[in-house]
């Protein structure tokens, strides 16, 4: 179990660093920063997981998420709130399926940039994980079944502005943790790529 003892050290590094962001975009009053408007962001969602022992390690699942982004007044802070369902079938011999639901809160720093159309962007985000399926419910695999579990993502994204009112999100890369049951390690190491369009909500005041 050298991995867990290795791998578990992030998961309190991840709390260290988003538990500060959430302080501070909450300290400097959650309203939109003049120009920017709250959004809605709809994404497809691809997440590689590792699997149960005696298989090729990795599940490929395929989804999607919807996102709401709120920038916090005159700062470079957003607060985001974000619900994504990813799903895999026939994993293993015995045809296994899985959905992963995940739901997370964090911040998000978007740099200030001048004459460009290209908005990158690094996030911070914990919350939970719910996984469904027969995959969740093997025993042989997965201890007692899992269901809960605690999630954190770190990464961040580039996004290009189409419109006033319409952006489109070119590509978001995170590294997503979560602590289930598989019969090996009881714990994943995910990568998730996400890519959408987004959505303008609200003008702000001037």
């Known amino acids: 179990m050298q991995i867990t003892r290795a791998i578990r050290p992030v998961t309190l590094v991840l709390l260290g660093l ?5 302080r501070l975009a909450v300290a400097q009053q959650a309203e939109p920063r003049h120009g920017t408007p709250s959004a809605l962001e709809l ?17 490929h699942l395929n989804g999607g998420g919807v996102a709401y982004v709120r920038p916090v007044h005159d700062s ?36 200030r940039l001048r004459h460009t159309y290209l908005q990158p962007y690094g996030e911070l985000a ?27 993502t770190v990464g961040g994204g580039i996004n290009l502005k189409l419109h006033h009112r319409l952006s489109f999100k070119l590509i978001d890369i995170e590294y ?19 890519s959408g369009v987004i959505f303008s909500l609200f003008s702000t005041k001037h």
Do not use: E, M, W
């Open 18 to 22: 988003a538990v500060p962001a959430l």
């Open 43 to 59: 994404t497809y969602d691809y997440t590689r997981t590792n699997g149960p022992p005696g298989n090729c390690g990795c599940i």
């Open 76 to 111: 470079t802070v957003s607060l985001v709130a974000q619900v994504g369902a990813t799903h895999a079938g026939g994993i293993g011999t015995l045809n296994y399926d899985l959905t992963l639901l995940t739901y997370t809160a964090g911040a998000r720093y978007s740099p």
């Open 126 to 152: 914990i919350g939970g994980a719910y996984a469904s399926g027969s995959l969740s419910k093997a025993p042989s695999l997965a201890g007692d079944g899992i269901g809960n579990s605690f999630a954190a």
């Open 176 to 194: 997503l943790t979560t602590n289930y049951a598989n019969g090996d390690t009881d714990h994943q190491n995910d990568l998730r790529l996400s």
